[in-house]
């Protein structure tokens, strides 16, 4: 059984990191458990660990780094003995003495101690490093949120305590960015003159425990794939946060949606690792038809989401996906679920979204307005199953088996295909 669980994780890290490694942070998703001390794999996460590792290294880097004598530089100390020192050219170091006129002070010139310069521009240039790669993320997630805003807004508590930790997603990558700049002010203040950054390690390379920590941070970061396993491996036990199971089952459940499409030959516009990592929406496009897939919209009693939806119990509703296409009446809506529970009676109430979601726009029944709900509410779930299984006979609800270690893309081609049939029978020619 042990077994079976990490070959399910490594699956789904692997198909996950393949996409791009921020499906593997947390964002808004609840915290898993990674080994402490672990290395990560490329991402948010990391470029913030690695930029307040870094930062935090320096004051230990400074004070072990070794000073030599610079003979170029000098300091003029007193001395009241004139052993190693000169007479004072001060008139206040001099004191008459009878007719005589003795000093009382000498003057030492004294060499400044330099740092080791190499040393503090390989330490710069790792610092201008780590800003330069953590500020091509914080452009990417300030996109990301803004759209994930899109997605979730309302009115709820849910939906208040999303925009709060939006905001605080954001606020560390501001920090993280805020720290190195502090880092390298003061390293230059250390070295007491400005200082261009080089790519060289200095040699000899300083030999306390503080750089050699430098050394083994340059070199991850130079090559971090190498560390995958590792982190593969903490998902399993214990200490540090990373993306709950779960939660990484759902973004790889909505991968292999996208995947699914692309094997069709419908193309994709937007962040679609935006959505995945934090909400938002996903533009499919083929021929004349677009489809619509929304990652964790909220869904609210006020119709003016952009989903065309909005729900009819209860404050909100938040479904995992949700395929919007053309339809008769306007736009309709297919629903999916992820869950990892495999239990019928747990699949079964994912048919509540049937119930719980109708289209801003009316449907016609001789003429006559009535309510559209989604044309479809189904589960997906790791289940070992080569076909979906119906829980209505007419194929409202049901599930859709999606076992990253028994994968057979069989069963979810068969239902998007039916998505992708309605959606080329309504669609403007």
Known sequence: MRRTNELFVERIVADLRAFSSDLLETGLATSGRIEAGAPRAQGMRAELGGAHALASLVPGLLADLAT?????????????????????????????????????????????????????????????????????????????????????????????????????????????????????????????????????????????????SLRRQATFWSSPSSFLPGYVRSLLHDAVAAADVPYLYQRWCGLKLLQAFDARGWTTRGDATGALFLAGRIVLERGAATIDLWVEPRLTRYRDNPTGFHCIRGDDVTPDFMLVTPGPYGRDAFVLDATRAIERKALETKDRYLAMIASNTPGFTAGVPVIRHPVRAWACAPLLAQHCTLFRADGKTGCIPMHPVEWSSKPLEGWIGDVVKYANAWAKR
């Not at 500020?135 to 508590?157: C, F, L, M, P």
């Not at 003061?186 to 790519?199: I, T």
């Open 68 to 212: 030599r004598d610079d003979p170029t530089r000098v300091e003029e100390h007193e001395a009241t003995t004139p052993l190693r020192a000169s007479l004072s050219r001060r008139p206040c170091d001099w004191v008459r003495v009878g007719p005589r006129i003795l000093p009382k002070r000498w003057s030492r010139l004294v060499p400044v101690p330099e740092p080791d310069l190499p040393a503090l521009r390989w330490l710069i240039r790792q610092l201008r490093d780590r800003g330069e790669k953590l500020e091509i993320v914080r452009e990417r997630v300030a996109k990301q949120v803004a759209d994930a805003r899109i997605a979730r807004a309302g009115s709820s508590r849910f939906a208040k305590s999303d925009e709060l930790a939006l905001d605080l997603l954001r606020a560390r990558l501001d920090e993280a960015a805020l720290v190195l700049v502090r880092a390298e002010d003061l390293v230059r203040r250390h070295a007491g003159r400005n200082l261009q950054p080089s790519a060289s390690p200095p040699s000899p390379y300083p030999g306390t425990p503080a750089w050699s």
